[in-house]
């Protein structure tokens, strides 16, 4: 497609997926983006109120043969597929987190479309919380003494019906944990390690339902995380850092709230996803991608490295 001209004409925009995600944030960050302009989604059997749908990517495109970027929705165990196709037709390619179900698959994405020439958008909603960059500033300035990430939802309360996270490919309390672990390695200034994983695994499950990961950053700074899709009670997405001397810095609420040895520092009210959106326009219009595949690494490395445990059976 080479570049667009961006500047007169919003950019149009399709959907592939239309679950929870769609409807929670990608349609409404899309429409209140005035550079962009959603034009149609396509999903098996989901028809939200108000979004021109389709039953699937080709009828879509028979009818709008104008959208000049697809938004992939999708769960991740399906992403490769759906990408190929999307970058086949030579249009622009943003990759709901995580980017694919495998490594392999996310470098395969990354290469089909720097040969195509589209912009590619593998995104990390979390790295675009509004306490983020201020975190890693502060971390820029110091030597670290340790990092511990609680990262504790119900997966009942978040991901109802969602069944596809606990098959193979879905990766379990990874789903939302490797949010944290966007957020890590935007904010740590050196590549991160897998020491050692416990993957707590429902006996009728395919991926974990509570993970216990020891990681050690190359400058020898150790990172705890300890993620639990079975938490009663006040939910938790937290990341603890502490400096050599003593300094403590939290991130919480998955990155939105921030607090430097005990005082709150305020943060702007800027949404994820309209950040992300903004981002995904930036780079078509500049004819660049992003794709850092380094929290799913981690992920990745975890189940290579990790003990799997029995837990007791999931029941929905
Ligand atoms: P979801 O509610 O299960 O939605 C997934 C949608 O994908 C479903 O509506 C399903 O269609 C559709 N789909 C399945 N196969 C398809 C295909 N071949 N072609 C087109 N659409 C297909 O899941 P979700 O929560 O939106 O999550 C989707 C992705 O977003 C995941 O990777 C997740 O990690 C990420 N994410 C989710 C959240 C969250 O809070 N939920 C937050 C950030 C990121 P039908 O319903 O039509 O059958």
């Given amino acids: 497609m080479g570049l667009l001209s961006l500047g007169r004409k919003p950019l149009k925009i399709g959907l592939i997926g239309l679950g929870k995600i769609a409807v929670d944030q990608h349609i409404p960050s899309i429409r209140g983006n005035k550079n962009l302009e959603l034009v149609a989604g396509c999903s098996p059997h989901a028809r939200p109120e108000g979004v ?12 709008h043969p104008e959208i000049e970027a697809i938004a992939i929705c999708t769960p991740p165990q399906i992403r490769h597929e759906i990408a190929r196709q999307v970058i086949d037709i030579g249009r622009h390619v ?17 290469a089909m479309a720097a040969a195509k020439g589209v912009s590619l958008l ?8 509004p306490a ?21 939802e119900n997966v009942r309360q978040w991901h109802p019906g969602q069944r596809w996270i606990f ?58 995380a300890e993620y ?16 050599k001397s003593f300094e403590k810095l939290t991130l919480s609420m998955g990155g939105a709230g921030l607090e430097i040895d005990g005082k709150t520092i305020a943060q702007p009210k800027e949404a994820e ?13 500049k004819g660049e991608s992003d794709a850092d595949f380094s929290p799913l690494r981690i992920v990745a490395d975890a189940m290579l490295l990790g003990r799997r445990i029995d837990a007791p059976e999931y029941i929905e």
């Fill in 167 to 224: 098959e193979a490919g879905g990766m379990g309390v990874f789903d939302p944990g490797i949010n944290s672990l966007s957020i890590l390695t935007r904010i740590l200034p050196d590549a991160v390690m897998v020491k050692k994983a416990d993957l707590h695994t429902p006996v009728n499950c395919q991926a974990p339902i509570q993970v216990e990961l020891d990681m050690l950053s190359e400058s020898g700074v150790p990172i705890r």
């Fill in 273 to 285: 996803y309209p950040g992300l959106y903004k981002h995904f326009y930036e780079l078509i219009k």
């Fill in 52 to 63: 021109q749908a389709y039953k699937d990517m080709d009828a879509m495109m028979s009818a």
């Fill in 94 to 110: 943003f990759l709901e987190k995580p980017p694919a179900a495998t490594l392999g698959e996310a470098e395969s994405i990354k």
């Fill in 122 to 129: 593998a995104s990390w909603h979390s790295r675009f919380a």
């Fill in 228 to 243: 639990d899709f079975l938490q009663e009670g006040v939910q938790t997405w937290s990341i603890y850092v502490e400096s």
């Fill in 132 to 152: 983020v960059e201020a975190a890693r500033e502060w971390i820029a300035a110091r030597e670290l003494r340790s990092v511990t990430i609680h990262w504790k």
